[in-house]
């Protein structure tokens, strides 16, 4: 009797690693779910037009007031110039230029169809950690705090109140299809990662960074997944692929 209970055991155990080996599903690697590191943020890796016409003129016109002042680098003056120098460089030399900015600890590009812009991690004079959102053709810029900027959802906010509302004097002629976000591969260990041991508690997880866009705005990515070889649980080695 005791063997069959100790049978029993070790077949509920094997058919619950079963399960969630095989039927454990991927982190949803939509915008709105990513978790609240910027860096573990995944993007959508289909090629945006970012050069059909996302010059801002004078001022985008709908930010609100931001409840705090970021520091922020100088306004670029470089002038747009189709195809050589479009939203996507300035959004690029605006992380450059954060670098030695101590109270922004990161800097990343946020993407949404046909314009690109910035969202960068600040820390104020009494430690508060802010997430802001930054047009780098105007240094325009609204902030939140940390926390509401983790239990937002984030792509329905780029789409009905980024888009909406802060770019409403601006014609966004694409804003409500693929918003991604993500560092700059420069400033990102991800590259590094590749090959590298992860987790078995990170199997599936994707993360990615954007290389320097390029003339026109084009960029690539470099997205790993963390995957795990072994059957059953048994023995697996995880590593980024």
């Known amino acids: 009797m005791a063997n069959r209970n100790i049978f029993l055991i070790i077949a509920v155990v094997a058919a619950i690693i079963l399960l969630g080996v095989v039927y454990l599903p991927e982190e949803n690697v939509m915008l709105s779910r990513g978790p609240g590191h ?55 030399d605006f992380c450059k230029e954060t670098r030695d900015i101590k109270e ?68 966004l002629k694409y804003c409500n299809r ?9 400033d990102s260990d991800i590259p590094n990662m590749l090959g590298k041991p992860c987790e078995k508690s990170q199997q599936g997880q994707r993360r990615a960074c954007v290389e320097n866009a390029r003339r026109g705005g084009y960029y690539n990515f470099i997205e790993i997944k963390c995957n795990c070889d072994g059957a059953f649980g048994f023995g697996q080695e995880c590593e980024w692929k």
């Not at 959508?44 to 996302?54: T, Y």
């Not at 314009?115 to 820390?123: G, L």
């Not at 693929?178 to 420069?186: I, K, M, Q, V």
């Open 38 to 92: 910027p860096d573990s943020i995944p993007v959508n890796s289909s090629p945006n037009d970012l050069d059909n016409g996302c010059e801002i003129y004078g001022s985008v016109g709908g930010f609100p007031k931001s409840p705090v002042t970021p520091t922020l680098p100088p306004k670029n003056n470089k002038d747009y110039n189709s195809p050589d120098y479009v939203c996507t460089h300035f959004a690029f």
């Open 104 to 171: 922004i600890t990161s800097c990343q590009i946020l993407a949404f169809d046909s314009h690109a812009i910035n969202s960068i991690r600040y820390i104020d004079d009494e430690g508060q950690e802010w997430v802001c959102v930054v047009e780098p053709q105007t240094n325009e810029y609204f902030c939140m705090t940390l926390d509401e900027w983790n239990n937002l959802n984030r792509e329905h906010w780029i789409k009905n109140t980024l888009c909406r509302d802060y770019y409403k004097d601006w014609d």
């Open 178 to 186: 693929n918003p991604w976000l993500a560092p700059r591969c420069s």
